[in-house]
Antibody, heavy 118, light 107 residues
């Protein structure tokens, strides 16, 4: 069974720099592209970042470029999202997802909620 | 960025109904269009990839068609478990972008 399990969310202060993690099991992690997608409850899905299978090519949405950094450790089957300079606009559920190609997100985690508030 | 215009934003239907949702891209995305189903409090689930390919394990009542800028998603006979929100998503260009979603609820 494929599982993606996010962690690292919670209540954070504006300006803090949390790191989200996504541990993947049940698939050949090193062969998959990985993504972060966020969703404000009750709103639509917003893709924020992508990393190719060997970790050499990244892409970001304008809203997070320069503040967030995606990375992966293929030895640990883990994807990361390093978040900086958070504001209330970053409050959302953050999902990690995998794809065998650049964009068909076939497996998703359960999501981790990040609430940015003082 | 490529804008994905999904319509309708919501619809009411009954079990057994045929349901159709459309997604229009602001520029040519070839076949790189996916459809997801999302239920409240859950992660999205990929149903259709590359416009018309059924993901493994997805019932055949779900189908997709289209290419270029105009795409259609159809549920041939709505089942009770199909009441959910459906999202289209393109991946021909970065940033990947989603439609605003279509909520299918009970008439």
């Amino acid at each position: 069974e494929v599982q993606l399990v996010e962690s690292g969310g919670g209540l954070v202060q504006p300006g803090e720099s949390p790191r989200l993690s996504c541990v993947v099991s049940g698939l050949a992690f090193k062969n998959y592209w990985m993504h972060w997608v966020r969703q404000v409850p009750g709103k639509g899905l917003v893709w924020i970042s992508r990393l190719n299978s060997d970790g050499t090519t990244t892409a970001y949405a304008d809203s997070v470029r320069g503040r967030f950094r995606i990375s992966r450790d293929n030895a640990k089957n883990t994807l990361y999202l390093h978040m900086n300079r958070l504001s209330s606009e970053d409050t959302a559920v953050y999902y990690c997802a995998s794809s065998p190609d650049p964009g068909s997100l076939g497996f998703w985690g359960q999501g981790t909620m990040v609430i940015v508030s003082s | 960025d490529i804008q994905m215009t999904q319509s309708p934003s919501s619809l009411s239907a009954s079990v057994g109904d045929r349901v159709t949702i459309t997604c229009q891209a602001s520029q040519d995305i070839k076949k790189y269009l996916n459809w997801y189903q999302q239920k409240p409090g859950k992660a999205p689930k990929l149903l259709i990839y590359d416009a018309s390919n059924l993901e493994v394990g997805v019932p055949s009542r779900f189908s997709g068609s289209g290419s270029g800028t105009h795409f259609t998603f159809t549920i041939s006979s709505l089942q009770p478990e199909d009441f959910a929100t459906y999202h289209c998503q393109q991946y021909d260009h970065v940033p990947l972008t989603f439609g605003r979603g279509t909520k299918v609820d009970v008439k």
